[in-house]
């Protein structure tokens, strides 16, 4: 579990010489990775259906009342339902009162898909790459699901201040699952240790969110691959934007236009019915700027809150995947030459962008990247397009300078970064570049010249992958 950083890192993020083949870090290819379903496999419907009863089952919080449905629900795409929340906070709050954790509730669909961790180094698409939460700290959706149960800001199984698996085996034990875990598992399963039966829960759990309930392939999209249903000229346009090919696949004709989104949320040359997840699970700075709004900034309590507590208040900054990784490996990061792999502070995993859209309701609000910054996808896209940008048509913002905001003649679009470092930032100097049909277009991210109209299609790409569109496979939650 990761709640804040011991070591902070000198304020060289700003003050820099950068190679220049950093200078326009981009993560530039198509994973040869294939994507594999994870194991458990999800064909032991009883298993399955005991796993979706842990995931509802309220009785599984110290104290009662949150399960991992309430953060993680199918009206949301398995994300976070509650609109205020989403809007005034991002992060979400845990069973007890007044206190929540520093990122926002991802996707659970298609997390089965994803790449396991531990996170490591891809050549191909120069990145790390594997593993889940938005640091990749944990290795498989099983190992994730102990997890939440025993996280002091979730739902806070702890005795004295220790993680403790007893307390959730025994709420299963006495609480409404516990019939169908004996069914599933052996009238005496309760008598095997505690670890081996926090064990099962988990594989229950994980066996369920492999399902075709949590990830059915039920969207538009998949209906038109199956081709079964025609896209929108809009919707089209949008998916040529996102892959840059004009038939919405790698290896396909370039675009006069790429957007650059394949490069990191991915999709593989040859199409199967369950291959395309839409992320590579690689990691990346995006340059998301920092959300005021986060209630982790008020988690300071540390006698209310001893174990989740956040130390540094309002200027705590996530790092991500190197809050996770630089620990392990016992390297602080100024000991890193520039260029090296390990440049990795600041990096969050690219999510699915499998129901990014899917909401409980159009009214819905929901919150996007790890911190919750932005409300809808157009502001996402926009942010693609514009974070180098200012009010001044064609000033750009070049965070490789020692003060990349002096002397701007514009305001900004947007605030500064979370994590402003040009040696993590993909794109820092916004540049703009030729592409492989001649024309002057984007690099990924900062200043890709997209104009409101192509934002809008890619925004209108985006919502053909809500789930619930094409009744095909089984009933959809
Ligand atoms: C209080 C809200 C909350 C509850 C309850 C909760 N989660 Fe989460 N979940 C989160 C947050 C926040 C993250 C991201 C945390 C991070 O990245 O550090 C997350 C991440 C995940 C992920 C990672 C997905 C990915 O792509 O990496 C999975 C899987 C998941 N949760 C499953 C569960 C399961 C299973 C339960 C119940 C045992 C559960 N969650 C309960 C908030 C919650
Ligand atoms: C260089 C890799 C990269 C490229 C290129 C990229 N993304 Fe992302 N995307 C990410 C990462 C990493 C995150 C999470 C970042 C964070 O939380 O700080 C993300 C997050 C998102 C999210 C939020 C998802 C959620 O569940 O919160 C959306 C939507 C999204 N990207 C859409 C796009 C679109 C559309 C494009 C093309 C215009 C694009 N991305 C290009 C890496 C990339």
Redesign the pocket.
Known sequence: MQFFRLSLKPAYALSVSVPLFLLAAI?PLVSKTAVKRQEPPADEPLLVQLGQTLFNDSTLSNPQGMACVTCHNPSAGFSYPDSDVNKTMGPVPGIVAGRFGNRIP??VSYSSYLLKGPPVYDPDLQAYVGGFF?DGRSTTTTEQAKAPFVNPNEMNNLLHNVASPAMVVNAVKTGPSGALFMKVFGPTVFSQSTDAVYALVAKAIAAFEASDIVSPFSSKYDMYVAGKTTLTLQELNGLRL?TGRENGRPGGIPTKKS???M???GIPQTLTPTSDIWTNSC??N?G?PKNLSNPFYGNTDKVANPVGYNALGKSYIDYGLGDFMYPKMGKPIADLAEGDPLMIDGT????T?RN?DRRPNLSTTKA???NGYFKT?QQ??HF?NTRNTTTVAGEVIDFTKPDPYAGLKGKPIWPVPEWPSALTL?NPQGLQVLTETGNTAAE??GNMGLSANEEAE?VAF?RTLTDGYWKKPTTIP
Do not use: E
Not at 348 to 351: G, L, S, T, W, Y
């Open positions: 993560l991802p996707t938005w996102v957007a650059h989104c490069d990191c949320h990691f990346a995006l998301v969050f995993k690219a999510p962008l990014v996007y990247m790890h996808l996402v896209v693609y993909i990924q991210i890619i985006l």
